[in-house]
């Protein structure tokens, strides 16, 4: 039985220590290449949990043949890192299809980012925007039982941000973030026996009772680092490919199953992206924005995860 690892392909041996130490608490050995040849030939070894790739490596046609050659050796997730050249490589890195975890920010945040995806990919805990906030921090919950309640919400989001001391930007930014997911959860995500979107085009204006299968949670929370909103369906419909490809997109409004052009716009909107799947039974979608960091040090471009609940 081969030894399951954790796989770290970069060139630049500083990041390959910054990473070894972060994930060094994760009981799983960790192992280093230099180069995606390197990489390769460690897959032939050992069964890897998580590969961490170089972004700039990872959107070569070299990349993109051991992104393949690691899933098929078992990868839960791949991972790629951006640093300086994130800009310019997050189109190439979306486009590949096949990246379920990007992280974009230097340290500290990557620490953070880091460590919590791995958890989650070892523990297969994967719901509740809590592990993205520090401990104590309370979040408010709604569940919308009507349609109409989306506006009001959406309001309320907001005043509460603001009234905590953070910006109009960010309430702003949260309120925009909380009325595409709220959206998609109650028109884009139901489905029928099937398997078709009955609410898919119904517009949005038009008063729709909500009964406890079809409600949708709302939860929002802020531990002065993060804002985390989080909203979640009962439907689970929503798959990873349709999470890359419309992650992908600037619009992606024909993408149908369950994306609507709301994951595009909400993940241009916040700093961070995460969508906790469990196929059939429910989608949880948070929205992270870093309230640290006036705009004009904002990193241009977000992280994401996409993670998928193993079937027992």
Not at 11 to 23: A, S
Not at 205 to 216: C, G, N, R
Request: with cysteine; proline share 4%; charged share 25%.
């Amino acid at each position: 039985m081969r030894e399951t690892s954790i796989l770290i392909v970069h060139p630049d041996r500083k990041t390959q220590r910054t990473i070894t130490r972060i994930l060094g608490g994760t009981g799983y050995r960790v192992d280093i290449a230099d180069t995606l040849d390197q990489g390769m030939r460690l897959i032939q070894h050992a069964t890897p949990l998580v590969v961490v790739v170089d972004g700039s490596a990872a959107t070569t046609p070299q990349g993109e043949a051991f992104l393949a050659a690691a899933k098929a050796a078992g990868a839960e997730a791949a991972m790629t890192l951006l640093g300086e050249s994130a800009s310019r490589e997050l189109p190439h890195v979306l486009a590949l299809g096949a990246v379920t975890n990007l992280l974009v920010h230097p340290m500290p945040v990557l620490a953070e980012e880091l460590t919590i995806t791995v958890q989650k990919l070892v523990r297969g805990d994967l719901f509740g925007a809590e592990k993205y906030l520090l401990w104590g921090t309370a979040l408010r919950s709604h569940t919308m039982t009507r349609a109409s309640q989306r506006n009001h919400l959406v309001a309320q989001l907001a005043d509460d941000i603001r009234s905590s001391g953070q910006s109009a930007r960010v309430a702003s930014m949260a309120m925009l973030v909380a009325d595409e997911l709220l959206s998609n959860a109650v028109h884009n995500a139901p489905v029928d026996a099937n398997g078709n979107r009955p609410r898919r085009d119904t517009p949005r204006d038009i008063e729709i009772e909500l009964d406890d299968k079809h409600a949708v949670r709302l939860r929002w929370g802020c531990d002065a680092r993060y804002l985390a909103v989080e909203v979640t369906d009962q439907f689970g419909s929503l798959d990873r490919d349709t999470v890359l490809r419309a992650l992908a997109k600037n619009d992606v409004r024909d993408e149908g199953a369950g994306a609507g052009m709301g994951i595009s716009l909400s993940y241009r909107s916040c700093d961070h992206m995460v969508f906790n799947l469990s196929p059939g039974k429910r989608t949880e979608v948070i929205a992270l924005i870093d309230v640290r960091y006036p705009p004009s040090e904002r990193t241009p471009v977000s992280s994401y995860n996409v993670f998928v609940e193993r079937s027992l």
